[in-house]
């Protein structure tokens, strides 16, 4: 009984609704503004299907308008091919487009558009307005549409060539537009959309205006041109030219040599059959070619065409078009893959740098030779000497100074009665205590690893590697505890920004506390660091920002806090962490390894390198033969 009054009191967590009595079709209207969630999901998203279609029309000038950002007006006016009075109407409806007829057009689409759903998804959502004259017609004509109801053609004023103008977007749906972010983030989207088109068509003219200000004028010109006007003329310095063609398949392209990286993917653009895509085949291919002479943090940039017949991708995987499908994967991401490794190597070696001779020349270069042993200096003995002994004495031991402060006597005519089972001297007494299993440092080598001894021999720790695993998992537990210790700046990084990471800033400051950032704009291309986390260093302050500012924009602040938190903090952490060639002191050095020692999975860095190896005592007599 009590069981029962318990179930009875206990609410369902989803309630159960009963299907209507009758299946019925949906208004057109409806349909429409449900495909415009997919379709159009922004201003910028309006924007690439009104330049595409713009492009579809063959037009070689098209001029861009915008209002807070495109949601308040978006005007498109080009001087293609224009649309027939009487194809007006057809323009705005559904499923309507002059770019296929049946499944065998679908399967060999060239155009940008085919799909006939944006210009009347916009109508549903968005007061728009279409003008067009064709270029046999005495003058232009003009429809408008409200709540998806259009009204009839009249005349009107309009060179040769259309225009689309769409005002308050979502203006009907105001439960959607609540999602839009302010304006600056929105121009932002729409500024990039519009750099993508035009750098996939530098024949053609393109002008880009936003609350009356001018803020893109490109000419025709060429594609080198045109992608030094947009990516500046730094991106070509260190650029090569990528050129591969076999059979049908056309790979081209500018790609930027590594000393060109970046902290993010802000530079990347790679178009199939001129539209802008991002896939995983593509991108792992691109990855592959740089992947011996990049940083693993630091990221490529190009701008590349793929040309290829139509009917060996599928451009139709999503409304937005932004995702491919290629028939034959394989054999385009091994395509990519060479024929961007080939423009690499191919300047790598005219320059000298190829990353074998430079693998070569250090391995010939680390071994001690007789005339030249490898030992410290006077001062370095010293302050060695120091460190071990005020440690030992720790630990209630005592250190025996030899000819090099810090190498254990090991001579057979020293042997005793303190011999192991190998017949071997037992360590100094300071490492035989458990609780340093990593022993303790006696230098760097080469800027890169730092030697330490411990019970059992020789221990080799790829610096970098480990303290990055440490700043990591900081982060996490202070992240997961929000309580992530932030470290003011007495004089903020000030760095240049673009329009999108200013809006990225405006719009995320509750997700860039949450991560122990304060950055705030101090003018129109201006960013300030004013406070960062305490983990990470003031140095990389701007690169750590950026990284922020890219994760936050890319993927929305749920996301990058969520189901990406691991990536974004392992990168602050790499950014954080001790750099090559870095000169640590015999403290620092032992700092990293008292803390390798508390701290979960130190033997593996963040991207599953080991962090450490032990070589043991036996190991090296076997490599000097010794009591053979």
């Not at 109407?89 to 155009?111: C, F, G, N, W, Y």
């Not at 769409?166 to 989207?189: D, H, I, Q, V």
């Not at 500018?254 to 990286?261: C, N, R, W």
Request: proline share 5%; charged share 20%.
């Amino acid at each position: 009984m009590r069981h029962d009054v318990a179930r009875r009191n206990v609410a369902p967590l989803f309630r159960y609704n009963p299907p209507m009595s009758s299946i019925q079709l949906l208004p057109d209207l409806l349909i429409n503004q449900i495909a415009a969630g997919e379709v159009i999901e922004r201003p910028a998203s309006a924007l690439k299907e009104l330049l595409e279609n713009s492009l579809d029309a063959g037009a070689t000038e098209i001029a861009v308008q915008l209002e807070g950002g495109g949601i308040k007006l978006l005007r498109v006016r080009d001087n293609g091919c224009g649309i027939d009075k009487a194809q007006l109407p057809l323009a705005l409806m559904r499923h309507a487009t002059s770019k296929i007829a049946s499944l065998e057009d679908l399967q060999r689409v060239a155009s940008m558009g085919f799909r006939g759903e944006a210009l009347a998804s916009m109508a549903a959502v968005a007061q728009v307005t279409l003008t067009s004259r064709t270029g046999d017609a005495a003058h232009a004509w003009q429809i408008g549409a409200i709540d998806g109801a259009l009204s009839d053609a009249a005349p009107s004023s309009h060179a040769p060539g259309t225009s689309f103008e769409m005002r308050e977007l979502y203006f009907n749906t105001p439960a959607r537009r609540k999602f839009l972010k302010s304006e600056n983030t929105e121009f932002a989207w729409c500024e990039e959309t519009f750099k993508r088109i035009a750098l996939s068509r530098p024949d053609v003219a393109f002008s880009l205006q936003n609350n009356g200000k001018s803020k893109w004028q490109l000419a025709s010109q060429d594609l080198p041109q045109r992608i030094k006007a947009i990516l500046g003329s730094e991106f070509g310095q260190y650029a090569v030219k990528v050129e591969r063609e076999i059979g049908p398949l056309h790979l081209y392209g500018i790609a930027a040599l590594p000393a060109y990286s970046r902290s993010t993917r802000d530079e990347q653009y790679f178009f199939v059959n001129g539209r802008f895509v991002r896939d995983k085949v593509l991108m792992h291919a691109v990855r592959q070619a740089y992947q011996d002479i990049l940083h693993h943090q630091r990221h490529p940039a190009f701008v590349l065409f793929l040309d290829m017949p139509p009917e060996q991708v599928d451009v139709n995987v999503h409304p937005a078009k932004s995702e491919v499908r290629f028939r034959e994967s394989q054999g385009i991401h091994q395509f990519v893959f060479h024929g961007l490794q080939d423009a690499l190597s191919a300047t790598m070696a005219d320059k000298g740098e190829t990353p074998a001779a430079s693998t070569h020349q250090a391995t010939t270069t680390f071994a001690p030779t007789q005339q030249q042993p490898m030992r410290f200096g006077a001062a370095e003995q010293q302050a060695t000497y120091r460190v071990w002994e005020s440690q030992s004495q720790a630990l209630g031991g005592k250190v025996e100074q030899q000819g090099s402060v810090g190498w254990v006597e090991h001579s057979d005519t020293h042997r005793s009665s303190s011999q192991t089972n190998d017949g071997y001297r037992s360590a100094p007494s300071i490492l035989q205590n458990t609780e340093h299993p990593l022993g303790f440092a006696l230098g760097q080598l080469s800027g890169i690893y730092i030697l330490a001894q411990n019970q059992q021999g020789l221990i080799v720790v790829d610096m970098h590697a480990a303290h990055e695993r440490i700043v990591y998992e900081r982060l996490k537990n202070a992240f997961d505890a929000q309580q992530m210790p932030t470290q003011p700046l007495l004089i903020p990084v000030t760095f240049g920004a673009d329009p999108l990471a200013i809006a990225t800033v405006e719009e995320e400051q509750d997700a860039l506390n949450k991560l122990g950032f304060d950055i705030a704009p101090i003018s129109t291309h201006t960013l300030a660091v004013r406070a960062m986390p305490a983990m990470l260093k003031q140095s990389h302050a701007e690169a750590a920002a950026r990284e922020v500012l890219h994760e936050l924009h890319e993927f929305g602040a749920s996301r990058a806090l969520t189901e990406r938190r691991n990536e974004l903090l392992a990168t602050l952490a790499c950014h954080s962490a001790v750099r090559a060639n870095q000169q640590l002191s015999l403290p620092e050095m032992n700092a990293i390894l008292r803390e390798m020692e508390q701290t979960e999975r130190a033997d593996q860095c963040n991207h599953g390198r080991p962090t450490w190896f032990q070589v043991t005592l036996a190991e090296l007599d076997a490599m000097f033969m010794r009591g053979q």
